[in-house]
């Protein structure tokens, strides 16, 4: 269960802190999008915390536009409350829309190392308001120069979420780095995490054709109009594959993971798996973690076709604060 | 890999459950929709109706191009012409190698996320080539070993024949780049006790290393050097082609490789395709390839050439049956149905009576074609009575239901046919759905001898529904906000068409009610041609050109797509005559529709001009008529 | 080209300003170019001729045809070809990049001033091991109103590869081969023995037949190009240092592949090996064929793909000890 914190427990704990006590972060990981929430993590550290890095990401296509005043506000706002914690502070433009821009950018920033072998490198993320694949590659990078033990991951749950998060998707493409190894002789597995984008669900499956579909449904849930089936072409595309459905812990990375692992194993080596991680976060962290172990699993993901800019969320709930594990990790007991 | 063996016990998760749960419906639905990769070869043999789909053209030894939707039943075909499939035919595989008309279909299907890796877009163009040229060439060598392994009997080949072959195709690798390959295939399979096992295997690990590579390049960046095996189409793909020829008991047979949704690809891996296309190897293989017309983004070759048909390909337009003889699309589907309802077992198997059509309806409708058949007389007899009759009844009946408020019924075996526009899966799925709707509510699945019309109309209102609301939202999403206004436009457009022509067809002073396209007459601006082409693309409308009265070039002739006649109350069996818009009536029609409507019924009726008016078929009543 | 230029006014003027250049060159450069470099092998008009019929084979399809290919490609492409070796004859070092400073004197050819940067650039990338990474990937060049897209690098990796494979027995004399000096004679006779040498872009190889007389093959000659390769030997056998010479060949092909691939493609050496004594050929050594290609992806270096090692190592009757061996027992 990952440790959860409500903000008053926050303030009463006296803030976030550095992972280590006596030494300040190597980098602490933000991104800077229209969501209030966007803020929330950093109000929320400790007066003592400290960095040595502090990088900002951000979608470039968000800096103009509906979302331009937000997202620019609480850049602004993020930079100046880093420039007091950090010794540097760099803003990292990625994009949503051309995964290749946000790859190597990510890369550029997080390649770097600094003065701290990469092996100890610790870095503090705030996964919040991230796009999951910016998420995915984001901390993909980090494993690649770092324990994933070092690797701490805070998420903020919104008091309310608007009525809808994001709608349509553009095109179906596989995460950069997550393509994953399809052997022709072998069948295809996919596996939603399903949450939020529920009548996206039935267009991914229908892109990838596969021969099994894995339906996780996020416990607790979050919306179940995907089980209501109300559209003939959810209908229509589900009827053409088999399905099973499985419940995962969407709030907590380690424990989705673990049940991960448990519901591929039986078709890792004999199945090309493909994970579709379109629920939380936390959630979404997992299913990178699980990939990371096992190279021939393809993470997708749905392209959006617009974001709820207006109302995606309301308010911050609760802190979630986890460090990431592996497999590896787990048998080390880390 | 992980795998929980390792672990020394499993963790114990609160409130949270990793149990898989089926499920898989119960009962066998006569119309369900099968990916063909899950059918056996009796199935597909059993399933797929070979007339009316140019199989013909397809078998011949040449590169052949195969443009269908999805739904149209490409991968059906396909999948026909794998040995196996034609083994059931022919009464095994042995004897139909022995045909003067045999051939080895083997079956390659390009699936999402299999090769359009997004990591290819990192590489400079060309590492990109390279790789993607790699990554295809193991992928065809995999798929044919399969077929030789999976489909051919195995006394065709001659001892020593396998090994020498197996020898053979990893020569054709540089011997350095292949080695450690070759020495880890060893490692899990013997050579020389299971030469094409073996050869699998080499595969699948060049395959692991193309995606290590593509992965490490994604990661790391900087210069990953990638140290596999390359390979291209001289050194590789030919002459594993040739090898596989020299087998004596296959005779010299042709090579078909079957590529499927080759749309799936990526720009490069389709110029790479051409380029095979361009060498016109066709003595040696021949590339059937299926595709989304507008998903095929280059016909350009790596020299910067261009593959042209008929020199170096033919082309089979699956979807062209509807357009080029309704009678013998529905003539198809019937066989389709027929043959499903047969496999099912069901109680009664004929088409018509299965999917029959309102009672009442078709009652009062008869009873309007004797009427009509009275007004004819008493309008001195104007042309055939037949041609008459067929022209107003159908007209006339939308104006009597109108009249006493009543729905229009489209439940009926041809109604269904129409309302597809051509594509099979467009007409499999809502008879799926109504099959579903039947077993819910109570009927026994077996027992089921008809669906009743109200079921019918039910599900096919829906199905029109979902085609004009539920899909325009999809659309609108995969455009960036800039290009929302076409949508919307485009979104009015059918609004503005879809009421002209339901005013046309319930006015009874129309002379031409039935009418169901559209042409512009002028030249439209770049912002009305992207409306329209968004409107082809996602199938509201069928784009043919028809020769010009002016002589000398043809024009673009718009045909609303029929499965949204019931959102608008059209006939969909109606006759194909157009209406002409000038540029700046489209201009309106794209903005507001009532305004549209008033301007263009104020314009004088237009007729089609007697040479442009298409051909009736011979059989009467509610034939089609044929273009 | 001078096809295109009946076709278009400014391909013409192209064409009359390379056939101006190349008239200049023929009369006051090629025949002094081995001036500084006695006995080399040809470097003058002839060589000249075949490096740009070496090109052509290379491009594949009808030049003319080729809609990638546009007028000033070929002007670039002709011209750089024609200076690549002038620089000879002020001395075999540096005489790539002295290209630079002699079309500096005869701006007045190139029509436009850019069009001589090109060229030097070009040319001067047809020697040394980093020499690709000078000319730029791409550039815009506007002419009267017409914007073309260069690609200099591509250019210099074709004429490269062009210069390569353009070596066979035509770029000697036969009837000054025995008065050849001793430092010099294992370029002639490696030259000598190739029969054929070209591109056969249908089948995306580089064809070599070489053809070694009995009395020649396992002759060793003063050699200092392949210490590093020979181990520090300073004669090689006439065999060896052909198998050198065809590794040296795929590694210029596989250097300029990545660059070349816009306008060619050329995935392997085919090369055929003969040994002959005067015209009888040997059993067991006739028309040995062997490839020698590449695997994997070098990216930003110099490759060092040791086919002769492979070669010798897969096929050891070719080595000089069983090639003496054979010729004994013969």
């Known amino acids: 269960m990952t440790p959860k914190f409500s903000s008053e427990e926050i303030d009463m704990m006296g803030g976030i802190k550095s992972i280590h006590p006596q030494s300040p972060d190597d980098i602490i990981l933000l991104c800077a999008s229209y969501e209030p929430r966007s803020l929330a993590t950093t109000q ?110 805070v998420y903020v749950s919104p008091q309310d979420h608007g009525a809808w998060l994001s709608r349509g998707f553009r095109l179906v493409r596989n995460v950069m780095g997550f393509a994953g190894t399809q052997q022709p002789s072998k069948n295809t597995i996919l596996a939603v995490l399903s949450g939020f984008e529920p009548e996206r669900t039935a267009k991914i499956i229908e892109e990838h054709e596969p021969s099994k579909v894995l339906l996780g449904l996020g416990d607790p849930p979050t919306d179940t109009k995907f089980l209501e089936r109300n559209r003939l072409e959810q209908h229509l595309v589900l009827a053409r594959q088999e399905v099973a459905d499985f419940c995962f812990p969407a709030d907590s990375i380690n424990d989705c993971a673990h049940c991960l692992r448990e ?72 | 890999m992980v795998t929980p063996e390792d672990r020394g016990g499993s963790k114990q998760l609160m409130n949270t459950s990793c149990q898989e749960t089926a499920n898989t419906p119960s009962f066998l639905n006569p119309f369900a929709v099968e990916s063909p990769e899950k059918l056996t070869p009796k199935q597909i043999v059993d399933l797929f109706v070979p007339q009316f789909t140019q199989l013909e053209t397809v078998k011949q030894r040449r590169h052949t191009l195969i443009w269908g939707t999805r739904g149209s039943g490409k991968s059906m075909m396909l999948k026909y012409l794998e040995p196996r499939c034609q083994g059931v035919i022919h009464g095994g595989v042995a004897r139909f190698l022995d045909l003067d008309d045999r051939f080895m279909g083997v079956y390659c299907p390009c699936k999402e996320g299999h090769l359009n890796k997004s990591e290819f877009s990192l590489l400079d163009p060309y590492a990109a080539l390279v790789v993607n040229e790699h990554m295809l060439n193991i992928r065809i060598a995999d798929r044919l070993i399969s077929c030789l392994r999976e489909q051919l009997p195995q006394d065709i080949f001659i001892p020593g024949e396998i090994e020498a072959f197996g020898r053979e195709v990893v020569r054709l690798f540089d011997r350095v780049a292949i080695a450690s390959s070759a020495e880890e295939a060893s490692q899990s399979i013997d050579f020389k006790t299971n030469v094409l096992n073996w050869l699998q295997v080499l595969f699948a690990i060049e395959n692991r290393k193309l995606s290590s590579f593509l992965k490490a390049n994604a990661l790391q960046g900087g210069n990953i050097g990638y140290e596999g095996a390359t390979s291209g189409y001289h050194d590789f793909l030919l002459p594993l082609m040739r090898a596989t020829l020299s087998f004596k008991g296959l005779k010299e047979i042709p090579i078909y490789l079957l590529l499927d949704d080759a749309d799936k690809l990526n720009k490069e891996q389709q110029t790479i395709v051409n380029t095979w296309i361009a060498n016109r190897d066709q003595k040696i293989f021949c590339l059937k390839i299926s595709t989304q017309r507008e998903a095929y983004k280059t016909f350009k070759t790596r020299d910067g050439g261009r593959i042209e048909q008929p020199h170096d390909y033919s082309q089979v337009d699956v979807d062209g049956l509807y357009t080029q003889s309704r009678s013998d ?73 109108r009249e006493a408020r009543r729905r229009k019924s489209y439940a009926g075996f041809q109604n269904l046919v129409h309302l597809s526009s051509g594509v099979i899966r467009d007409f499999l799925e809502p008879c799926y759905l109504m099959f579903d709707a039947c077993v819910a509510k109570g009927d026994e699945p077996k027992d089921i001898t008809h669906i009743p019309p109200a079921i019918q109309n039910e599900i096919i209102y829906k199905y029109s529904e979902d085609f004009l609301l539920v899909l325009f939202e999809d659309i609108r999403k995969d455009l960036p906000p800039e290009k929302w206004t076409q949508v919307e436009e485009l979104r009015t457009l059918l609004e503005s068409l879809g009421r002209l022509f339901y005013n046309r067809l319930h006015d009874p002073k129309s002379r031409e009610a039935r009418l169901f396209s559209f042409t512009v007459r002028g030249r439209v601006s770049a912002e009305m041609e992207d409306v329209l082409n968004m409107g082809v693309r996602n199938r509201y409308f069928l784009l043919r050109t028809y020769s010009t009265k002016e002589g000398g070039g043809r024009e673009k002739w718009y045909i609303l797509n029929r499965r949204l006649c019931p959102m608008f109350k059209l006939d969909p069996t109606g006759f194909e005559g157009r209406i002409s818009l000038t540029p700046k009536l489209l201009a309106v029609a794209l903005k507001n529709p009532d305004e549209f409507v008033k301007m263009r019924l104020k314009q004088p009726e237009e007729l089609p001009q007697p040479e442009e008016l298409p051909l009736f078929e011979k059989e009467g009543g509610t034939g089609d008529a044929e273009i | 080209m001078e096809k295109r230029g009946r076709r278009s006014k400014e391909a013409a003027e192209l064409w009359d300003s390379f056939k101006a250049m190349k008239d200049y060159l023929a009369r006051d450069y090629y025949p002094w170019v081995l001036t500084q470099l006695p006995y080399y092998t040809d470097h003058g008009e002839r060589h000249v001729e075949a490096v740009a019929k070496a090109a052509g084979m290379l491009f594949g399809r009808r030049v003319s045809d080729r809609k990638d290919v546009s007028d000033l490609d070929l002007f670039l492409l002709l011209s750089s070809i024609a200076w690549h070796d002038v620089g000879n004859v002020y001395g075999r070092s540096g005489h790539a990049s002295a290209v630079a400073a002699m079309t500096d004197k005869v701006k007045a050819f190139f029509p436009y001033p850019q069009l001589q940067r090109y060229v030097a650039e070009i040319s001067g990338a047809h020697s040394g091991n980093d020499a690709l990474s000078g000319p730029r990937l791409e550039e815009p060049c506007s002419i009267g109103g017409k914007v073309y897209k260069v690609y200099p690098r591509a250019l210099a990796a074709l004429v490269r590869l062009s210069d390569e494979i353009s070596e066979d027995h035509s770029r000697v004399s036969h009837s000054l081969m025995n008065s050849v000096p001793m430092d010099k004679k294992i370029f002639w006779e490696y030259a000598n023995s190739i029969s054929a040498s070209y591109a056969d872009s249908a089948h995306e190889s580089v064809v070599v037949t070489i053809e070694l007389q009995t009395d020649k093959v396992l002759e060793s000659f003063p050699c200092t190009q392949f210490e590093a390769r020979s181990g520090g030997k300073r004669e090689l056998p006439l065999i060896e240092y052909a198998l050198y010479r ?40 006739d028309g040995f064929d062997v490839t020698f290609s590449d695997a994997g992806l070098e990216q930003g270096k110099y490759p060092d793909v040791r086919c002769a090692d492979q070669f010798f190592s897969q096929y050891p009757q070719w080595s000089p000890q069983k090639i003496e061996e054979a010729l004994s027992s013969s």
């Open chain 1, 44 to 153: 929320a550290l400790a007066p003592s915390y400290r960095a040595k890095r502090g990088l900002i990401y951000v979608n470039r296509e968000f800096l103009s536009g509906p979302a331009g005043p937000m997202v620019n506000r609480n850049l602004e706002i993020l930079q100046g409350t880093l420039t007091n914690k950090c010794d540097l502070v760099e803003i990292i433009q990625g994009s949503w829309l051309d995964p290749k821009i946000q790859l190597t950018e990510l890369r550029h920033y997080l390649q770097k190392t600094g003065d701290t072998a990469s092996s100890k490198r610790r870095t503090t993320i705030d996964i919040t308001t991230f796009n999951r694949e910016a998420l995915i590659v984001a901390v993909a990078l980090l494993l690649e120069n770092s324990s994933p033990g070092d690797i701490r991951a």
């Open chain 1, 263 to 334: 519901v591929l194993f039986p078709y890792i080596g004999k199945s090309n798996v493909i994970i579709a991680p379109m629920s939380t976060k936390l959630s979404t962290l997992a299913a990178l973690l699980v990939a990371y172990e096992n190279p021939d699993i393809q993470l997708t993901y749905c392209v959006p076709g617009e974001y709820n800019i207006e109302d995606y969320s309301r308010g911050s709930k609760a802190f979630f604060l986890e460090s990431l594990s592996t497999y590896e990790t787990e048998c080390k007991g880390e």
């Open chain 2, 329 to 401: 699309y529905s003539q198809k589907i019937k066989l389709i149905v027929e043959k499903r309802l047969q496999l099912s077992a069901m109680p009664n198997r004929e088409a018509e009576s299965f999917l029959p059509p309102d009672g009442n309806e078709e009652q009062l409708f008869n009873q309007v074609k004797a009427e009509t058949a009275e007004q004819w007389k008493k309008d001195g007899e104007p042309g055939r009575q037949r041609d008459y009759v067929y022209r107003y009844a159908s007209a006339r009946l939308f104006q009597l239901l």
């Open chain 3, 246 to 285: 065809l590794e040296k060949m795929n590694d210029e092909r596989i250097y300029c592949s990545p660059f070349l691939g816009r306008y060619a493609s050329v995935r392997r050496i085919e090369a055929q090996l003969t040994i002959l004594e005067g015209t009888r050929r040997l059993p067991d050594y």
